[in-house]
């Protein structure tokens, strides 16, 4: 079997001081913060599409990178190469878990039946990998948008035989998941929305996906795959508008059709940036929701107003994400999955590694650092403090239903003007920041 990364040994660990740029500074897989250890907290996983499938191409130009595993007679013989490339990257480089689409791992037939086919051959040789090397799953999916026929939607699509091919995919990839033990099944509605309202059905087309969910829900039970479903938000890009847009989107669609005990969300920092709001934000929200249920770690540009998908390296965001997660209770079946790619000009094999690296020694620091302030309850008496006026009988009260708008008048009146505290940002931010080390 061909070595695709001969110039890259086993990825050690080697701590903060350490020069060596194929090593890891922060991330010691065997560290235990507090009561678990760092390769437990993370759970990192390494995805399939950018990675081993993505040579760089953007709207101007093709691919840049050379990547040797692609190169064969065939398309099978290159799906072989990509699991082989895949593996040993990630066996190299030393994390758990792995992610893919069904058509990342095997390409497209002439019609379903052969698509299966193709797809259930790689998964078997993917199976006898895990099996070698201890490698897991977390979760797959389908590509349910790059095929012309998805142009207009998948379970969105405005002709049902459009449906009946993502019902087979869905169906397929749910298989190709529970057979490679899988801790979870993504939905990224990739083209669940719309280009315009003038010709869109919007309630419709809402009404296909809960429907559509459903069915794979049936389908789950009826294949008894035990992982968690995931819908993973993100507001446009490729169509103008998509449906499962953010965080809240997601919720309130899932409490309508009755899928929210079913599903948990997959949030994307760079999705949740284009949404508008802070990693932390969408985040936030799912926890408070009980709906978090995984991470594709990745950030965007502030500059740039699309999805570039970069690897993460800001340490206060690592540590703020870290925040949410640990105070949520950590990953159960989720985990941090390196939905990132290289820069279009980094076209070393190497580049993949020192990638990576990098961000899994951002996300280390961020753990380190958010259970730091978790445990040392560092903010906890500022936000105690500026509540405590609930704490009165008025507060109790009032959160307990038990006030009207006129006995509220009627305390405002007997009271005069409240006294509203300073709400110190700049200070809690300084103490923050003096945790980032
Ligand atoms: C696209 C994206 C996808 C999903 C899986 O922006 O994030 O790769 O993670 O389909
Ligand atoms: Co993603």
Not at 242 to 250: E, G, I, K, R, T
Not at 289 to 310: E, F, M, P
């Given at each position: 079997m061909a070595e695709y990364f001969p110039r890259v040994k086993a990825i050690k660990y080697e701590g903060p001081d350490s020069k060596n740029p194929l090593a890891f500074k922060h991330y010691d897989p065997k560290r235990k913060v507090g009561g678990k250890t760092m390769a437990e907290h993370l759970r990192f996983a390494v995805c399939y599409w950018h990675s081993f499938r993505g040579a760089g191409a953007d709207p101007f130009g093709v691919g840049t990178r050379t990547m040797p595993w692609l190169d064969a007679a065939d398309e099978m013989t290159a799906a072989e190469q990509t699991l082989d490339a895949c593996f040993e990257f990630i066996s190299k480089l030393?994390?758990?878990?792995?992610?893919?689409?069904?058509?990342?791992?095997?390409?497209?037939?002439?019609?379903?039946?052969?698509?299966?086919?193709?797809l259930e051959h790689i998964v078997k040789l993917a199976k006898k990998k895990q099996r070698d090397t201890g490698i897991k799953l977390l979760w797959g999916t389908a590509n349910l948008f790059s095929h012309p026929r998805y142009r207009s939607g998948a379970a969105t699509a405005c002709n049902p035989h459009v449906v009946a091919h993502a019902a087979s995919q869905v169906k397929r990839a749910l298989d190709a998941t529970k057979y490679l033990g899988g801790s979870g099944y993504v939905f990224w509605g990739g083209r669940e929305g719309y280009e315009s309202l003038l010709h869109t059905d919007m309630a419709r087309e809402l009404d296909h996906l809960g429907r559509f969910l459903h069915m794979a829900l049936d389908y789950k039970k009826k294949i008894r795959f035990g992982g968690q479903f995931f819908i993973e938000p993100k507001p446009k890009?490729?169509?103008?508008?998509?449906?499962?847009?953010?965080?809240?989107?997601?919720?309130?669609?899932?409490?309508?059709?009755?899928?929210?005990?079913?599903?948990k969300l997959n949030i994307e920092a760079n999705h949740a940036?284009?949404?508008?709001?802070?990693?932390?934000?969408?985040?936030?929200?799912?926890?408070?929701?009980?709906?978090?249920?995984?991470?594709?770690?990745?950030?965007?540009?502030?500059?740039?107003?699309?999805?570039?998908?970069?690897f993460p390296t800001n340490i206060y965001e690592t540590a703020l994400a870290m925040m949410v997660i640990l105070k949520a209770g950590g990953f159960t079946k989720g985990g941090l999955n390196f939905d990132a790619k290289l820069r279009r000009q980094s076209v070393d094999v190497e580049d993949l590694f020192y990638a990576h690296i990098g961000a899994m020694d951002a996300f280390a620091r961020g753990l380190v650092?958010?259970?730091?302030?978790?445990?040392?309850?560092?903010?906890?008496?500022?936000?105690?403090?500026?509540?405590?006026?609930?704490?009165?009988?008025?507060?109790?009260?009032?959160?307990?239903?038990?006030?009207?708008?006129?006995?509220?008048?009627?305390?405002?009146?007997?009271?005069?003007?409240?006294?509203?505290?300073?709400?110190?940002?700049?200070l809690i931010e300084n103490v923050f920041n003096d945790y980032i080390k």
């Open positions: 030393g994390v758990g878990f792995w992610c893919f689409h069904d058509r990342d791992i095997a390409p497209e037939g002439a019609d379903v039946d052969d698509s299966a086919r193709n890009e490729p169509t103008k508008h998509q449906y499962d847009s953010d965080a809240a989107a997601c919720h309130a669609f899932l409490q309508k059709y009755d899928l929210v005990k079913d599903f940036t284009l949404a508008g709001h802070e990693f932390m934000h969408d985040l936030m929200y799912a926890a408070d929701n009980k709906i978090l249920g995984s991470v594709d770690a990745n950030r965007g540009d502030t500059l740039l107003g699309w999805d570039t998908d970069q650092i958010a259970h730091q302030i978790i445990k040392d309850k560092a903010l906890d008496k500022f936000v105690n403090d500026r509540y405590k006026t609930w704490n009165s009988d008025l507060g109790r009260k009032f959160e307990k239903g038990k006030l009207t708008l006129d006995q509220l008048e009627a305390y405002a009146r007997k009271h005069g003007e409240p006294a509203v505290p300073s709400g110190r940002q700049e």
